[in-house]
């Protein structure tokens, strides 16, 4: 374990020295903050996923909140993770904005949902005012919300890379059409998505993880409404592939969907259903690559040891309707 971890560090300090000699400002190399979030004694952790929910309860928002709950507490889930589009349909006003009580505190309100949300931003998030959403404030209203930009959740058994997709997709700065986009923070964007993309490969490089796991709003591969990002297939999927990710995990396309790539490995996993689903919606996809859709309402779970990883996607009766198992050796070289 010693020499292992020393040449990780090494390995950091040499590109950190790099960053430092090359003197420039806008060669920040900072390291994408890192959350640590211990697993149950046991090593095992259990977790929601759910995308594209904020509507103050319509949309059967409400109605899956509360199957949430209920079965929240028979899988004692340690979080959620929310895909984002968080607050339809232009994010927040502000910090006191009523609409993140009434799409999210007043909606989620089982006690078994009372745990960090690990959030990402979605594209209508951007069209509001970006910077409420990420303010560390809104959580004295409810201190479950935990939302960056791009960030690191730590839970030993498993790595989760959260990724800020909105700013990696031309055509809402190419063709935004009616809607006006906060850009603050992410402009001059080249530069932005340039250290975004350093930092995930730096961070996704030192992980010693047994899974990895990559969070964002918009698609890789789908069948769905949106279906593929080809912004993200040139930018992301290169280094998903380089460092043997399992799990793409996403929102944007208002269904639930399991793709196994063939070509990759990786499973591409869409839970977009939190409010409005876009029924009846669904593109050709290779039936063998295809292992599941649903054009409805519903969340995710999964459930993860060191060995073995299970997702389940859920209706909003609270019915399974997808289930699949993979598991792996311990990598052993890095205990
Ligand atoms: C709510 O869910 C039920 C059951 O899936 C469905 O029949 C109904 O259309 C949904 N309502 C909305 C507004 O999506």
């Not at 374990?1 to 806008?26: E, N, T």
């Not at 929310?82 to 927040?92: A, E, H, Q, R």
């Not at 010693?208 to 593929?228: F, M, P, Q």
């Not at 591409?268 to 859709?293: I, N």
């Amino acid at each position: 374990m010693a020499s292992i971890h020393r040449s990780g560090s090494m390995g950091y300090l040499i590109i950190l020295a790099v960053c430092v000699f090359l003197g420039v400002a806008s060669y920040s190399c900072a390291e994408l903050h890192r959350f640590e979030h211990a697993p149950k004694p046991d090593g095992s952790l259990t977790l929601f996923v759910i995308g594209d929910w904020g509507r103050r309860g319509a949309y059967n928002q409400s109605q899956l909140a509360f199957q949430m709950g209920i079965v929240g507490k028979e899988l004692d889930i340690d979080f959620v993770i929310s895909t984002g589009d968080n607050i339809y349909p232009n994010g927040l006003i502000g910090t006191d904005d009523p609409a993140f009580e009434y799409s999210f505190t007043k909606i989620y309100t089982a006690s078994s949902l009372q745990k960090p949300w690990y959030s990402v931003l979605g594209n209508h998030d951007y069209r509001g005012d970006a910077l409420a959403q990420l303010s560390p404030t809104l959580r004295h209203v409810d201190k479950r919300w935990i939302c960056l930009r791009s960030y690191v959740v730590d839970a030993q058994v498993a790595e989760f890379f959260f990724v800020d997709t909105t700013p990696l997709v031309d055509n809402y700065f190419t063709q935004p059409g009616e809607n006006v986009y906060d850009w603050r923070g992410v402009l001059p964007r080249n530069q932005y998505i340039s250290n975004l993309l350093r930092d995930l490969h730096f961070a996704l490089q030192q992980s010693n993880a047994n899974w990895k796991i990559v969070v964002g709003h918009h698609t890789i591969l789908s069948a769905g409404y949106h279906g593929n990002t080809l912004d993200l297939q040139n930018l992301l999927l290169p280094l998903l592939q380089e460092n043997n990710v399992d799990l793409y995990i996403n929102g944007h396309d208002h269904c639930l969907e399991h793709i196994s790539s063939l070509e990759s490995g990786i499973q591409f996993l869409t839970s977009g259903g939190g409010s409005m689903a876009w029924r009846g919606v669904v593109k050709w996809w290779k039936p063998e690559e295809m292992k599941f859709y649903y054009d409805g309402q519903g969340f995710m779970s999964l459930h993860l040891t060191q060995t073995q990883l299970d997702i389940a996607f859920y209706d909003i009766f609270a019915n399974v309707l997808h289930k699949w198992t993979t598991s792996k050796h311990l990598h052993y070289s890095t205990l």
